[in-house]
């Protein structure tokens, strides 16, 4: 089984930068993609961001385009998301997710996910 285990979330001002991280458990995750979704205080899960281990593909949400980065370490089996430029609007819990089909990823429905870790951006 992969677990998904996410770091790095904490308090930032408006404008300020976070790194948050997702570490799988397993190497064999190489062959899947890899996500994040994030959720604000009383509203669904938003897709974020996804990345493959095994190629250059990367896919965000329009509202992050600039602002957010994921990438990833193979080596480490662990994706990254550095949030840049953060606005109040964007505190929410950010939780990792993972699978081998895209559509299923963006969706939501991912077969693996962590427990998420929370994001919070105020002055």
């Known amino acids: 089984q992969v677990e998904l285990k996410e770091s790095g979330g ?7 930068s976070l790194r948050l991280s997702c570490a799988a458990s397993s190497r064999t995750f190489s062959n899947y993609y890899m996500g994040w979704f994030s959720q604000a205080p009383g509203k669904e899960r938003e897709f974020v961001a996804a990345v493959t281990w095994t190629d250059a593909t990367i896919i965000y949400r329009d509202s992050v385009k600039g602002r957010f980065t ?4 193979n080596a480490k089996n662990t994706v ?7 606005k109040p609007e964007d505190t929410a819990v950010y939780y990792c997710t ?17 427990q998420g870790t929370q994001v919070t951006v105020s002055s």
Not at 10 to 16: E, K
Not at 80 to 86: F, G, I, R, W
């Open 10 to 16: 904490g308090l930032v001002q408006p404008g300020g």
């Open 70 to 73: 994921i990438s990833r370490d």
């Open 80 to 86: 990254y998301l550095q949030l840049d430029n953060l």
């Open 98 to 114: 993972g699978d081998g089909d895209l559509y299923r990823l963006r969706q939501g429905i991912g077969h693996y996910w962590g």
